[in-house]
């Protein structure tokens, strides 16, 4: 593992573990706004996801956002790794933790 792999490693556990996605600095928990969140999710995530009903192409093997909601572990904690961790598939993204949230709840507002 070259030194820049596993710099970017250690940011990115770094940021996970002090910043779990909806801390805020005061201690308060940030819920998200789910129809900003929507926005995002079309602008950044639409490439390979299915974000919503109206959508009609998604990249294969990508799991539509619906489907995402109705997972049993699924929650904030674990998008927020999953998108400053991405695996190898998703692309790395440059996203705030307010904006990982905002994600997230618009994710679990699809939830059934």
């Given at each position: 593992?070259?030194?820049f792999k ?103 507002s699809l939830?059934?």
């Open positions: 593992m070259n030194i596993l710099a970017m490693l250690v940011v990115s556990a770094w940021l996970l573990l002090t910043y779990s996605g909806l801390a805020t600095d005061n201690g308060s928990v940030y819920i998200g706004d789910a129809e900003y969140g929507r926005g995002l999710a079309e602008r950044w995530c639409a490439s390979c996801h299915l974000v919503s009903a109206g959508q009609q192409h998604a990249a294969a093997g990508a799991p539509p956002f619906a489907t995402i909601a109705q997972s049993a572990n699924f929650n904030a904690d674990r998008l927020a790794h999953q998108l400053l961790a991405p695996h190898p598939s998703m692309a790395k993204l440059a996203l705030s933790r307010s904006a990982v949230s905002d994600i997230a709840a618009y994710i679990i939830k059934k």
